[in-house]
């Protein structure tokens, strides 16, 4: 069965500072990824998806996500954080043979200090 | 296009009661489901639907009813709820296309209380 796991729980970062979220999944063959923004009282918003091609994604919001099969990874990253990306982040995997269910991770809660 | 409703925002239960939470799509979406969210667990599917009249289990189903007798509606019922059902409920709808993957549509979410 896929399964996703992000390591960080909570991670605090300086306005304008880079920030990096790790996402790490496990599934047999190329698997379909995905990043979901939370913020707080709302439902999920997606920010980038990968599904071929390119191992290095670019979403919405000025985030960006790379592709790495030797790691299984697919790390959320964005060169400089505002106060307004304080939310919680999930990585998603879907299963490639047409299967439209979700697999979420445990999610990253992000605070960002001035 | 109002996207995916639910309702209501917030509910607040006793043990043993029943209710219905509620949830539509005006996009023609094949594909509906139901998750909770729990802190530190992410999101878990409940229930999920490929089109009227099919509906299947999902990875945390217990407790929980569906039925999807139209395209738009997708509705979840707590037949005695239990403290354990407090959480957070999104629904989700998207195409289906074959071999591809199409992105899913979150609801706002339904906070529900058991006490």
């Known amino acids: 069965a896929q399964s996703v796991t992000q390591p960080d729980i909570h991670i605090t970062v300086s306005e304008g500072a880079s920030l990096e979220l790790r996402c790490n999944y496990s599934?047999?063959?190329?698997?379909?990824l995905f990043w979901y923004v939370q913020s707080p009282g709302q439902g999920l918003q997606l920010l980038l998806k990968?599904?071929?091609?390119?191992?290095l994604v670019q979403g919405i919001k000025g985030f960006e996500a790379e592709f790495k099969r030797s790691q299984s990874s697919f790390n959320l990253r964005k060169p400089s954080v505002h106060w307004s990306d304080a939310a919680e982040y999930f990585c998603?995997?879907?299963?490639?043979?047409?299967?439209?269910?979700?697999?979420f991770g445990t999610g990253t809660r992000l605070t960002i200090i001035p | 296009n109002a996207g995916v409703t639910q309702t209501p925002k917030f509910q607040v239960l006793k043990t043993g009661q029943s209710m219905t939470l509620q949830c539509a799509q005006d996009?023609?979406?094949?594909?509906m489901s139901w998750y909770r969210q729990d802190p530190g667990m992410g999101l878990r599917l409940i229930h999920y639907?490929?089109?009227?009249?099919?509906?299947d289990q999902g990875e945390v189903p217990n407790g929980y009813n569906v039925s999807r007798s139209t395209t738009e509606d997708f509705p979840l019922r707590l037949l005695s709820a239990a403290p354990s059902q407090t959480s957070v409920y999104f629904c989700?709808?998207?195409?289906?296309?074959?071999?591809?993957?199409?992105?899913?549509?979150f609801g706002p979410g339904t906070r529900l209380t058991v006490l």
């Open positions: 989700a709808s998207s195409y289906i296309s074959g071999s591809s993957y199409n992105e899913q549509f």
């Open positions: 599934y047999g063959a190329t698997p379909y």
């Open positions: 990968y599904f071929s091609g390119d191992t």
């Open positions: 998603a995997v879907a299963d490639v043979f047409g299967n439209e269910k979700l697999t």
């Open positions: 996009m023609n979406h094949e594909y």
């Open positions: 639907s490929v089109g009227a009249g099919i509906t």
